[in-house]
């Protein structure tokens, strides 16, 4: 049983938990944030960074959000999301890995469209800053796909907390003031909705 609003017999839906109703036939525009239908359709899919997230398949979205406190220091971050936003936000630049050569990664821009699943860096361009500041990726289209798993790759995107990570998982870090992918750890672990080179 769920409320419209995502109020359920277990209490409100936090942290990305996601409702899944049996029954079928029933209209996404009565349903409330993060509630799937039998159908794999939703009203509004609405993602918490940093919080695992998970839908037993691909479901169709009447709208798709995602908000991240990002850092404005010029450094990349890295980001795979399950939905492709309808644009860009400003101050940003994007770009996608295309080949690793020895011990060099190489990326490239991106057109100012990011495709669902597919893991990519960010990097603000701005006026920089020690500040933070929240980054929201929308797409309010109507017929939004939101990904259950990400796109393979050798820049492979996660939406869960990568915590005890492979020998193989490079993880972005800033080290003095060059950025490199490092082997990850128990204690220097991927967040959910980022991205690690898997370099065997």
């Known amino acids: 049983y769920i409320n ?15 409702a899944v109703l049996t029954d079928a036939g029933i209209a996404t ?8 239908t039998a159908e794999n359709t939703a009203c509004r899919i609405a993602i918490t960074d940093g919080k695992d997230f998970y839908t037993p398949a691909d479901v169709t979205a009447d709208a798709a959000s995602y908000t991240r406190s ?3 220091d010029g450094y990349h971050e890295t980001l795979c999301l399950p939905f492709a936003p309808a644009t860009l936000p400003a101050d940003y630049r994007f770009s996608a890995y295309t080949r690793k050569e020895n011990s060099t990664a190489y990326f490239s821009n991106v057109p100012p469209l990011l495709n669902a699943g597919q893991a990519y860096m960010m990097k603000y361009t701005g006026t920089t800053s020690d500040e933070k500041a929240d980054v929201t990726f929308e797409n309010n289209s109507g017929n939004v796909t939101v990904l259950a798993s990400p796109v393979s790759s050798e820049f492979i995107g996660s939406y869960l907390t990568v915590s005890t990570p492979a020998a193989t998982n490079y993880i972005l870090g800033v080290y003095g003031n060059a950025e490199e992918f490092r082997p990850a750890s128990e204690t220097y672990h991927l967040k959910a909705f980022r991205a690690y080179l898997n370099i065997p």
């Not at 419209?4 to 996601?18: A, E, H, V």
């Not at 525009?29 to 799937?36: A, C, D, Q």
């Open 4 to 18: 419209p609003d995502g109020q359920t017999l277990g209490g409100k839906l936090t942290d990305n938990q996601m």
């Open 29 to 36: 525009s009565t349903l409330g944030t993060n509630v799937i």
């Open 70 to 72: 990002a850092f404005r």
